[in-house]
């Protein structure tokens, strides 16, 4: 009280507003995050590995929109009420890090990584001086030179950003600035009519990035795969020959390695070759399947990557360093990123400071602010060692192995293919349908069976499991096996619950 009034005595005011003391209740919002961070800790770490739990408590839009009470109003909520809204918001969503979540190309919770991001949302830092971010530059610095090094590459620059989407842009835009420098200052009108390649399987981020860019999506042409979801390289040969034949100025290809649907990984070291014999650049999008270089076993799958001049890799998928964690590694160390994305901001990127502003890294960034997500890969890498990565890789790659094997047992369940990563994709063909001819009737009905298996699924909580159609295929299951948590006994479960569920089919 006597302080109050020391401030009601002492109080300066401005436009009516009084600049005396704080103007948040510290001592109260310390206790709010002490209070959620245990609510934090019992629904979701404490409950992560526990497969009597649901998935997901589904709930329709306009019911959910009703419990969660989503109107914000002229005053603030009482703390006890925004307790309740965070359980709320926790009971509602999906919980990835479920041993029997299989929906995504991510999954499961690390908790060096979990321990990470809890830091860097309490310091809240933006990585782009070395001034405002020593450690998380420091830290961004050492995890990309370890990542060159996994690539093969001697030296390299890179940058950590928002996604594999964002990465295949950054490769994209690198690859035609160097075809054509002046670009950056004059644009698009001066330039001849680019043409990029990549296969039927990529990401569909390189039409997003073709069209974001100006290069238009009639530009990119698409390259036919084998029947495993592979570039053929004599294809890209001849639609090279043909782009330069129509007049048109060749510059990039995008091979992936590790397709979203099949995991297929294209023939990298053929690529190169065709790459090299026309002088385009090569990027590989390794999103996906980039994490396989850690294991000594099946770094072969990405045989050749070493020819790249970019690479795409996402430490946030099968190595779990927790969304978002992406990474774009380029071959080139003379300065190339930052050249293409310097804007030279002198309010920012003063040249006379007091250090070395080399280390001030936000200059190569199609960003300002920036998250510092290399920091959970970093204190992950240092918890696990490249042996616990690679451990992670060669258990996810041996269920899905054991799956495999599982469905070629049991009676109803076929594969599309052989994997040769951790994508696992089969469709369930329930009694109804096994008498039936393969014609057009039959695919039909097959078509709707894993939609239905899927709604059932999710609304009972059981697990979560990604369906699709695929280049001519009726709706198949697509199983992906990421997480450490997942064990033999959920890959049994997995079939035993997709046949349960559509016993009635």
């Known amino acids: 009280c006597k302080q109050e009034m020391h401030q009601k005595k002492n109080a300066v005011l401005v436009d009516g507003v009084i600049l005396n003391g704080p103007l948040m209740d510290s001592k109260a919002g310390e206790k709010f995050v002490e209070e959620a961070c245990k609510i934090i800790m ?59 979540f299989f929906n995504q190309l991510y999954a499961g919770i690390d908790y060096y990584s979990l321990v990470a991001r809890f830091i860097t949302e309490a310091l809240n830092p933006s990585v782009y001086t070395y001034e405002v971010s020593p450690v998380f530059l420091l830290v961004e ?59 039927e399987e990529c990401h569909y981020s390189m039409k997003k990035a073709a069209s974001f ?34 007049g048109s100025a060749p510059f990039l290809v995008c091979a992936t390695a590790g397709t979203t649907v099949l995991g297929a990984f294209d023939p990298l070291d053929k690529i190169a070759d065709i790459c090299e014999k026309y002088g385009l650049w090569l990027h590989v999008d390794a ?20 020819r790249a001049d970019s690479v795409a ?27 293409c994305y310097s804007a030279k901001a002198a309010y920012l990127f003063q040249q006379d400071k007091f250090y070395d502003v080399s280390y001030d890294t936000g200059d190569k960034s199609i ?8 920091f959970k890969f970093w204190l992950m890498w240092k918890a696990l060692g490249t042996t616990g990565l690679e451990e992670r890789v060669n258990r996810a790659l041996a269920l899905a192995r054991y799956l495999v094997e599982e469905i070629k047992k049991r009676e109803g369940f076929q594969l599309i293919l052989e994997p040769e990563y951790a994508n696992v994709c089969f469709w369930y063909i329930p009694p109804s349908l096994r008498e039936m001819e393969g014609g057009p009737d039959f695919w ?11 709604e059932r699924m999710m609304k009972k909580g059981s697990m979560m499991l990604g369906y699709q159609p695929h280049q001519g295929k009726v709706n198949f299951f697509r199983q992906v096996v990421i997480s450490p948590q997942v064990s033999r006994e959920d890959m049994d479960f997995l079939l035993d619950e997709i046949e349960l569920l559509a016993k009635d089919l």
């Open 42 to 100: 019992e629904e979701v770490i404490q409950k992560a590995d526990d497969v009597t739990e649901k998935v997901c408590e589904w709930r329709a839009p306009e019911a959910l929109k009703q419990i969660l009470d989503l109107e914000m109003r002229d005053t603030g909520e009482s703390h006890q009420k925004l307790l309740q809204l965070c359980r709320d918001v926790i009971q509602y969503s999906v919980k990835t890090s479920h041993p029997r």
């Open 313 to 339: 890799w996402n430490p946030h998928k099968m190595l779990l360093a927790g969304v978002q964690c992406c990474a774009l590694l380029v071959k080139d160390n003379s300065g190339l990123l930052k050249k």
């Open 141 to 199: 610095e050492a995890v990309i030179k370890k990542m060159i090094e996994f690539i093969g590459w001697e030296e390299g620059d890179g940058i950590f950003n928002p996604g594999g989407s964002v990465s295949n842009m950054y490769a994209m835009n690198l690859a035609r600035y160097k075809f054509c420098p002046e670009v950056k200052e004059k644009g698009l009108s001066g330039l001849p009519r680019l043409v990029l390649f990549t296969s």
């Open 287 to 306: 999103s996906w399947g980039g994490s396989a270089l850690i294991s000594r076993k099946h770094c072969r799958l990405l045989h050749g990557i070493h």
């Open 444 to 454: 039909q009905k097959l078509h709707q069976i894993a939609p239905i298996i899927k």
């Open 213 to 246: 860019l100006g290069i238009g999506t009639e530009n990119v042409y698409f390259i036919k795969t084998d029947e495993r979801g592979k570039m053929i390289p004599e294809e890209l040969e001849k639609q090279v020959q043909r782009a330069r034949k129509e």
């Open 367 to 374: 960003q300002c602010s920036r998250r510092p997500d290399a």
